[in-house]
């Protein structure tokens, strides 16, 4: 069990890793329905710069779940989850619909409250995993942004021909 001053401290994290986790994930509701949007998926559409900036802010999450003392079991789903959404946001328009419905930061958010109310099972990952697990996800990314101008410049060219 954390002391008091811990135990409010990682709170106040963890509220505001769920603010971050809504505004990427579900900030915006669609009017006259129960769906949620957020800024993930709508700076998605932004060809490059958008997944960027999108991984960027799932990447912090992860990174601040660590510092809050998650397993490398929780690090490692959770960096599964991100991986899916850079992977499915290299194939163009079909990525960005996938964002609205797979909405990797919410899940991760689960994930981490989850590992979190359970104190038996508190084991904090080491930095070096961490480390491992934010560059496994840069080169996911580095590569998922060169098949996406793969696939936009072949799409150009079979739409215009050469």
Same mark, same amino acid.
């Given at each position: 069990?954390?002391?008091?001053?811990?135990?409010?401290?990682?709170?106040?994290?963890?509220? +505001? &890793?769920?603010?971050?986790?809504?505004?990427?994930? @579900?900030?915006?509701?669609?009017?006259?329905? +129960?769906?949620?949007?957020? $800024?993930?998926?709508?700076?998605?559409?932004?060809?490059?710069? @958008?997944?960027?900036? @999108?991984?960027?802010?799932?990447?912090?999450?992860?990174?601040?779940?660590?510092?809050?003392?998650?397993?490398?079991?929780?690090?490692?789903?959770?960096?599964?989850?991100? *991986?899916?959404? $850079?992977?499915? @946001?290299?194939?163009?328009?079909? *990525?960005?619909?996938?964002?609205?419905?797979?909405?990797?930061? %919410?899940?991760?958010?689960?994930? $981490?409250?989850?590992? &979190? %109310?359970?104190? %038996?099972?508190?084991?904090?990952?080491?930095?070096?995993?961490?480390? &491992?697990?934010?560059?496994?996800?840069?080169? &996911?990314?580095?590569?998922?942004?060169?098949?996406?101008?793969?696939?936009?410049?072949? $799409?150009?060219?079979?739409?215009?021909?050469?």
């Amino acid at each position: 069990m954390l002391p008091s001053d811990e135990r409010v401290a990682e709170h106040k994290e963890l509220a +505001s &890793l769920g603010r971050l986790s809504r505004v990427l994930d @579900g900030a915006i509701r669609i009017p006259g329905t +129960s769906m949620r949007i957020g $800024l993930d998926p709508i700076l998605g559409l932004i060809p490059g710069l @958008g997944d960027w900036a @999108g991984a960027l802010g799932s990447g912090y999450i992860l990174v601040r779940a660590a510092g809050l003392g998650a397993a490398r079991s929780t690090l490692l789903r959770m960096a599964g989850n991100i *991986g899916v959404d $850079l992977v499915a @946001g290299t194939v163009p328009m079909f *990525g960005d619909l996938f964002d609205f419905g797979w909405k990797a930061n %919410e899940r991760n958010m689960a994930l $981490l409250r989850a590992h &979190l %109310e359970a104190p %038996e099972q508190r084991r904090k990952a080491d930095h070096s995993f961490v480390v &491992l697990l934010v560059v496994g996800l840069g080169l &996911l990314f580095l590569l998922c942004v060169g098949l996406s101008l793969w696939l936009f410049a072949w $799409l150009l060219q079979t739409l215009i021909g050469s």
